[in-house]
């Protein structure tokens, strides 16, 4: 296997075989064309179903994810709906309560119409994963790691083999670590999924999300046809930009996990932050753990808590200059957010806790723009 950086930079050493191109094409297709005895002439029918412009980009993540099949989705939770589609009437599901607020908002809507039962635990505690499962009842364990927004780090392997155990299959949510990070189908997940719209594409002008298997099975086929059935397919100029911005993802990732680490260092050292959370430091919880998983750097991704409470956190987001004051992650821009605002009324959220995403910025503009922002709070 070439190195990532190697993989990503030339789309997979892509070359047209017909132009010598070195860019993969568009096709923008949507029907396929069948010759005279009527049979196809490619190996594609309709867009819904599939196009050329994917076979390089799920290629690539494939071998990113040392996985057997991908598939792209026309958004994140796309992809999370189509894989909690294959969960049956009567079964259960386990997942952290604090992660994304999208997937708990899914995950709880469909509990609540479809009788599946859905256990949340706390992540703190590892052991709250495996008092949460139910042998012969739970049918998927999912997880993120590293968690939004605590950035606690779930011990993938350990997890798989409590999920196995219990005849379930385990999702892994790496969005945050991204495959230049964190394998999760080699520490023994079932399907890893990744909100592409982030650290894959990097620049904040698509939404995507990708699922990826570990290996052909009746679960993958179902969320195949789920896919096909519900039209939830990524578009042919959306897939040819993803592809464009992770040739690039490979030195945003090492820019970012940098910059994180000298902003988190700093943070810790404020009298004004109470708590910083990022895997990279060694007085989170989870450092261990993410020293472990996380091979390639601790990600843009962290947190931090104000001493002086809400109203502090609000005031701290309103004063940033450089930061700019969005929801979302892993672009080239850096970006700042009072989590429990962004997320309403139901979230689960400290009220002080902000939240950051590092971009590619000169890290001494970022640093000063936390500096001046935190004066007086």
């Not at 992660?99 to 703190?124: A, C, Q």
């Not at 670590?177 to 990744?194: R, Y």
């Not at 109470?274 to 750097?297: C, D, F, W």
């Not at 601790?298 to 700019?324: I, N």
């Amino acid at each position: 296997m070439k190195d990532n950086k190697t993989l990503l930079a030339q789309a997979n050493h892509y070359i047209n075989p017909s132009s010598g191109g070195i860019v993969p094409p568009i096709d923008p297709s949507v029907t396929f064309a069948r010759d005279d005895d009527l049979e196809l002439i490619g190996n594609y029918v309709y867009g819904r179903y599939s196009n050329p412009t994917y076979e390089q980009l799920e290629g690539i993540i494939c071998e990113l994810e040392g996985g057997e099949k991908a598939l792209f989705f026309a958004s994140g939770l796309a992809a999370i709906a189509a894989v909690f589609e294959t969960v049956n009437m009567g079964e259960h599901i386990v997942a952290p309560k604090v992660m994304y607020h999208g997937t708990v908002d899914w995950l709880k809507r469909i509990s609540e119409k479809r009788n599946i039962e859905l256990t949340l635990f706390d992540p703190s505690d590892p052991t709250n994963l495996t008092r949460s499962l139910i042998p012969g009842k739970t049918a998927i364990v999912w997880i993120e790691s590293p968690i939004n927004p605590s950035w606690d780090v779930i011990d993938i392997e350990k997890a798989a083999d409590d999920t196995h155990a219990a005849g379930a299959i385990l999702g892994v949510d790496g969005t945050a670590a991204s495959p230049i990070s964190t394998q999760a189908l080699n520490l023994g997940a079932d399907i890893v999924f990744h909100s592409a719209t982030k650290y894959l594409n990097g620049h904040s002008d698509l939404n995507a999300g990708v699922l990826v298997t570990g290996a052909v099975n009746k679960c993958w086929e179902e969320i195949v046809d789920v896919r096909r059935l519900t039209g939830g397919i990524l578009g042919s100029f959306e897939a040819w930009l993803l592809l464009r911005g992770m040739r690039t993802l490979s030195i945003r990732w090492q820019r970012s996990c940098e910059s994180a680490m000298q902003i988190a260092e700093f943070l810790e050292e404020h009298p004004a932050v109470e708590r910083v959370l990022y895997p990279g430091l060694p007085s989170h919880p989870s450092h261990e753990i993410a020293k472990r998983q996380m091979t390639n750097g601790f990600g843009g991704m962290m947190s931090l808590q104000m001493k002086r409470g809400q109203e502090a956190a609000r005031e701290f987001v309103t004063r940033a200059k450089v930061f700019v004051r969005a929801t979302s992650l892993g672009g080239v821009e850096s970006l700042i957010e009072h989590r429990r605002t962004v997320e309403g009324p139901h979230s689960e959220v400290p009220v002080n806790l902000i939240r950051l995403s590092v971009g590619i910025e000169s890290v001494e503009d970022l640093i000063e723009d936390l500096r001046q922002a935190l004066e007086g709070l």
